[in-house]
C-alpha cells in the first residue's frame, strides 16, 4: 500500500513540475510567433500558463481537496507572491537575453495568479460547506 501511495503522489505533482518547466521554457528559451490570432493574444498565453501553473501548485502544495492542507499549508499566501515575483524577475532577464520585456506580460500574470487564488479560496468554501452539510436522510 504504502508504494502505491508514493507512486500516486509522485504523479500527483507531476502536472505542476510540467506545467513549471513549460512556463520557464517559454520565458527563457523558445522564441515566440510573431503571428498572432488577434492583438492581445500573447497576454493570453502569459495568463494561461500562470493560472494552470499557480492553481496546479496550490492544489499541490497548500491545499488538497477532500484531503485537506497541503505539506507547504502555512506557505499558502506566500506561492502567489513567490509566483508573482518570478514573473517579474523572468520579465527583467528576458530584457537580457534578446527578447523584450513587457510590462504588459506581468501584469497578465499578476491576474493570472490572482485568480488561482481565488479559485482556490472559492473550492476550499465550496468543499467546507460540503463537510458541514448534513448528510441526506436515507428511506
Known amino acids: 500500500m504504502c508504494a502505491f501511495v508514493t507512486l500516486w503522489w509522485s504523479l500527483v505533482q507531476l502536472p505542476p513540475a510540467r506545467e513549471v518547466f513549460r512556463s520557464l521554457w517559454w520565458s ?9 490570432l488577434f492583438r492581445f493574444f500573447d497576454k493570453l498565453e502569459h495568463g494561461t500558463a500562470y493560472f ?4 496546479l501548485l496550490l492544489l499541490v502544495a497548500v491545499w488538497r481537496p477532500g484531503r485537506g492542507d497541503g505539506p507547504f499549508a502555512r506557505w499558502g499566501v506566500w506561492v502567489p507572491i513567490v509566483l508573482i515575483a518570478i514573473g517579474g524577475a523572468l520579465e527583467v532577464l528576458q530584457s537580457f537575453i534578446g527578447r523584450d520585456m513587457q510590462l504588459g506580460d506581468w501584469i497578465a500574470e499578476i491576474i493570472a495568479v490572482g485568480l488561482a487564488w ?9 468543499s467546507r460547506r460540503r463537510e458541514h ?3 441526506p436522510a436515507t428511506a
Open 52 to 55: 494552470v501553473t499557480s492553481l
Open 28 to 36: 527563457l528559451v523558445s522564441l515566440p510567433s510573431e503571428r498572432h
Open 118 to 126: 481565488g479559485t482556490l479560496v472559492a473550492l476550499r468554501a465550496r
Open 133 to 135: 452539510s448534513p448528510a
